[in-house]
């Protein structure tokens, strides 16, 4: 039976070695402030897919390709000159973005998700779908990566809160934890009882706020709002997030 | 007053990145199991000196050139073909290592010391000297980094726990911790009252105890038992860890 348990494994900063193998693993990718979280909020709000790239020119030049595409992402947390979106998960409504195809360019979470593009399964989790996630990747079978795609290579707080959540979520199911996976699940215990006063004291939440994104880093702090599992894909010869 | 508060940052892995600068702070490598548990037990029964080396022909040939110094190691937990000593701390005791001169190659403690060899000071900590390093580092001045060692640049709890009892010693002088050192201090606060039977559970404690190691695992998991502080210097023109 030992053999055949389901193994679950974190990557604390995008540069972690991991103890499985993403290629053969399902993987979430986790960018609580913000790009995770706009992606699903985007997703539930029924935009037709996100198209995540990393840098502004390249943006520009996927959002033309793809056109009619809006063209949305930030740059040190701000939306950059010409685009029609920002990062803030808050534009991204029904009015803004049903039936769209988005192009966002974000800073980590966007190179996260190129760093594990090779993954056997691929999605994008933020505290708004923890849940949701943790139980399609459960329905998977597989063994499973939860990345906290921090800053700059960096490890983010509120990154591993939200995959110690997803943690004590898989654990009830018998999957057998790494040590990191064990660290986050603590993270997430330490602060369950009020996940939005512990986002806010993270390094990260911190600069977003001082930008003047307390909004933001409230809304992004909510767990399990919405119902929604971002999964990557390939449309159009990219790589693209759709609805699972 | 903010400005000049001393900020304390944690590296996860050996290869996440830091908020700080290594250059500029007071650096202590972790490997709780056990080449920092091993050298910390060393310096104690008084070696004069220990040069930590990457691998074992070049633990051999550094032991020639050295001479007199005994050989010591391990290459997957054990005591390589002709080496004096095995890395079990337990076989450290004064009458095996007073007076000498020993190098010492281990895998992943040893890689550490070497990736953080250009810091502005370089020392080495374990469980069984957590605070007096902590004091030591404290006593410097400047801004720290505690570098979890871990395996194979994956993450080990145990170095974390570590790294969280000082993390726990130094905000008592009002340092200011980046996120992972907050993750650090929550590791170690979720299993303080069991360091023992925590420290069992991790993963490479789990392989040690499977390979024979039980006793070692437990000896490293004392908390505070050496009042010892190992710092790198230069010795005979290579990197070699006194006591401070």
Redesign the interface.
Known sequence: MNGTRVKLDVA??I?????LSHTESAVAVIDVLRATSTVSKALHSKASSVFPVSGLEAAKEAAMTLAPALLCGERLGVRPEGFDLGNSPLEYGEDAVAGKKLVLATTNGTKALDRYSDARLLTAASLLNATAVAEYLLSTGRDMILVCAGQ??????ED?ICAGMMVERMIKEGVLM???A??AL??Y??CRHDLAGSIK????AGYLIEEGFEQDVEYCSKADILNVVPVATVLEGRTAVVRA
């Open positions: 604390l900063t540069d972690s070695a991991t103890v700059d290579g960096t490890f983010g707080a591993a790494t040590d990191p064990w660290m603590t993270a215990r330490a004291k993270c390094d990260h």
